[in-house]
């Protein structure tokens, strides 16, 4: 059996990847994307303690926490799309010009 740890560095790796993104690329399709992968690390670490302590709670957790992501990803691609409209371009430092 792996042990807990394991997946829990996993996880700490892949949530750095994602705030790498966020902190680093302007595009909002790849920040849509970095975001992701900060929810999927956060669903490892669910699954990993629920592993570990031997019930399903961290699953059940996980499982809302996926439904909260497709909400998330449907809402983001709608604001994406408003942004490449307006603009011709998923730059997200370009709304900022958007002032009254």
């Known amino acids: 059996m792996v042990p807990a740890q394991w997946y829990l560095m996993l996880s700490a790796a892949i949530f750095c990847i994602g705030l790498f993104g966020i902190l ?11 975001v ?8 490892v ?10 019930n399903v709670t961290g699953q059940t957790f996980a499982l809302f926490t996926m439904a909260l992501a497709a909400a998330e990803v449907a809402i983001g691609i709608g604001i994406i799309l408003v942004l490449y409209r307006n603009f011709r371009d998923t730059d997200v430092t370009k709304a900022t010009t958007m002032r009254w």
């Open 24 to 34: 680093t690329r302007r595009n909002a399709l790849l920040f849509l994307m970095s």
């Open 36 to 43: 992701e992968l900060m929810l999927n690390a956060a669903n």
């Open 45 to 54: 670490n669910f699954i990993a303690f629920s592993l570990q302590w031997g």
